[in-house]
Each structure stands twice: as C-alpha cells, then as structure tokens.
C-alpha cells in the first residue's frame, strides 16, 4: 500500500472490528453524511497506507466499508481501532460562513460577549444529544476551578463564531460559573 504523509490531515472515522470474513470492516463515520466518507477519495491511516473505499451500506449505529487494498478478515482485524484520515485542502468549501469543520474549532479562544477571555476549546464531543464545546478554562477567569468543562454548541450559548479571529463568542449559563 502506498505510503502518503498529509500536510494537514482531518479525522474523517475510526475503523472498528472486523465484519464476515472478506475483510469488510465496521467504521464509525465522523461526516455529516456517514456514507460521504467514500466521497473524499482515499482516506489516511496514521502510518501513511492510503485505503480506497470500494463499498459502504449502513449497519445500525456504524457503516460497514470494504476497501480496495483489505481482501481478508486478517487483514481487517489489523485495522480495528485506527483513525482514517483526508488532507484538509481536500475537503469542500462552500464559502457559506455558518459552516465550518469541527478540526475549524480546536483550539480558539473562547470569550464572552464583551471579549473578555473565558478559555480554550480542546474538544468538540457529541455523546449523543449533539455537540458540545469542551473547554479549559483561562486562569483567573470567570469559570472557577481548573477542571475543563463542557457547554452545549447551540445558538443560546454560541451566539458567534470568528474564525478569522480565531475565537468563539460565548454565553456562559450561570451553572457553568458558578460550579465548585
């Protein structure tokens, strides 16, 4: 398999276990649209191998994906628990300003409504009930404690989002300032 080293790579899914035995793999897919991984041409294992998807169909709460260069369930099992991956310049841009990518919001400061700093994001999990924005708190801010905490990604607590800035405008709920 060739060996392709990305300049600025996106966590597009994970590769779970293994599924019959022509090596199809369960993949959790990271895209708006699970099967839209198979849209971005290959995809990147951490090592460099590139794999091309051949096939998707939908399996419950995961996609089960064949891939061009995996032929047995040997081979599968060696894939469980890696990260697939897409150069950043590969992904489309449709220039509308409401829409970014997740990779978009690791990392900006994160302020208030007066600009007054409040953290950093250091994660953007959805476990389940939509997105969340973790965030480490700025020493000395009006988050007490140095615990990162979470606050729900919705239009109430995120009424702005400045990339070019490089920052999230948020509304901190009272529980968030207040916890010990």
């Known amino acids: 398999m060739p060996m392709t080293k990305l300049d600025n790579p996106v966590l597009m899914a994970t590769i779970g276990g293994t599924h019959g035995v022509r090596g199809d793999v369960r993949v959790k897919s990271f895209t708006g649209d699970p099967e839209a991984i198979a849209d971005y041409g290959p995809l990147h294992l951490?090592?460099?191998r590139t794999l091309t998807v051949l096939s998707t169909?939908?399996?419950?709460?995961v996609l089960i994906v064949r891939f061009k260069e995996v032929t047995s369930r040997e081979q599968a099992a060696a894939l469980n628990g890696q990260n697939l991956y897409v150069d950043r310049a590969s992904l489309p841009d449709d220039g509308d300003e409401d829409e970014f990518y997740i990779t978009d919001l690791m990392g900006l400061d994160v302020v208030?409504?007066?600009?007054?700093p409040i953290g950093t994001v250091i994660a953007v999990p959805d476990f389940g009930a939509g997105d969340l924005l973790e965030i480490q708190p700025e020493a000395g801010g009006p988050v007490k404690g140095n615990r990162s905490f979470f606050l729900e990604f919705t239009k109430a607590n995120?009424?702005?989002?400045?990339?070019?800035?490089?920052?999230?405008?948020?509304?901190l709920p009272p529980e968030v300032s207040e916890r010990d």
Not at 112 to 116: E, G
Request: hydrophobic fraction near 40%.
């Open 57 to 61: 169909r939908p399996a419950k709460a």
């Open 46 to 48: 951490e090592d460099g």
């Open 112 to 116: 208030d409504t007066d600009a007054n």
């Open 158 to 171: 995120v009424p702005a989002l400045d990339l070019d800035k490089g920052q999230i405008i948020v509304v």
